[in-house]
């Protein structure tokens, strides 16, 4: 994958004035798939001839590399530590897939000091425009960091299982975002994971969504779910993306039709995406 490294590093270094739609993933609690289901959405993504970035965001227990397999040689915390552009963080992955890991020596993005924080907003704004999506991979509940990345991004997808108990930990987590959002245009969407069918899947996504409207006020679009199927568990197992090594499961037949959905509704929707400074906006009231 060396010409592929060399080639996504340029490609950041151009500074391309292409402006990545961002979307946030996260959870309401751990252990319902949403950081395999970032990845896999990433490749499907990546199948379609999209250039995509997945950013592991969730420090200290950021698992998209040991999902993909890899060995990353740096990560976003050493970035910051030793002040590397962010062109040296990026790792190539199967199907010119690029990702961010997140390394273990970074807390708490609110303790970043004001000269680190500049540092990585601006390394930030690089890659934004050097990639047609930015995934990234929040951590499970609703920290200050979460809050602030899924207010700035284009959209967000909350991951839930059809269990009662991963539907009321999602709700939580909406319930939180909800009530700190400074943003009247959230695009806040369902993924229903590891649902038997179809139709357990849009019970799931209507049960919540009718809670949500009536005590939230907030209306969730649904994303779609994706079928309980064992090929997943054994791909994890394996340390290789699912959508890779069993392409023709129902798991994997299921996000290649979510992903011919969504680029089919993305391509007619215009956007003013303004990721980076609706970021910097929410950053500055806490970072000194």
């Not at 319902?32 to 200290?60: H, R, W």
């Not at 020596?105 to 500049?118: M, N």
């Not at 509940?141 to 602030?148: F, P």
Request: glycine residues 6%; charged residues 25%.
């Amino acid at each position: 994958m060396t010409d592929q490294a060399h080639e996504l590093r340029q490609r950041v270094l151009q500074h391309e004035q292409n402006q990545a739609r961002t979307i946030a993933v996260f959870s309401g609690k751990g252990g319902v798939g949403k950081s395999n289901f970032a990845l896999n959405f990433s490749m499907a993504l990546s199948e379609q001839g999209k250039s995509v970035l997945i950013f592991d965001l969730d420090i200290g227990m950021g698992n998209i590399d040991i999902l993909l397999g890899l060995q990353p040689r740096q990560n976003l915390s050493t970035m910051l530590e030793k002040k590397l552009q962010i062109s040296d963080i990026i790792e190539a992955g199967p199907q010119r897939l690029s990702y961010i890991a997140a390394g273990t020596g970074l807390s708490d993005f609110f303790h970043l000091d004001r000269s680190k924080y500049d540092y990585f907003i601006r390394q930030l704004q690089h890659v934004t425009t050097a990639y047609d999506y930015i995934i990234f991979d929040l951590g499970a509940g609703m920290s200050e960091e979460h809050l602030a990345f899924i207010q700035a991004a284009d959209e967000s997808v909350v991951v839930t299982t059809t269990e009662p108990t991963s539907i009321t930990d999602a709700y939580a987590a909406i319930k939180q975002l909800v009530a700190h959002s400074k943003r009247q245009d959230l695009q806040l969407s369902l993924l229903v994971n590891r649902a038997s069918d179809r139709d357990e899947g849009e019970f799931a996504y209507t049960k919540l969504n009718a809670v949500v409207m009536k005590f939230l006020n907030q209306n969730l679009s649904y994303k779609g779910y994706i079928p309980d199927d064992s090929t997943v568990v054994q791909a994890v197992k394996q340390q290789q993306p699912y959508y890779l090594v069993s392409p023709k499961s129902k798991a994997s037949k299921q996000m290649r039709n979510l992903v011919d959905i969504y680029l089919n509704q993305d391509d007619g929707i215009e956007q003013d995406r303004k990721f980076v400074k609706r970021l910097r906006s929410f950053f500055s009231r806490k970072v000194d």
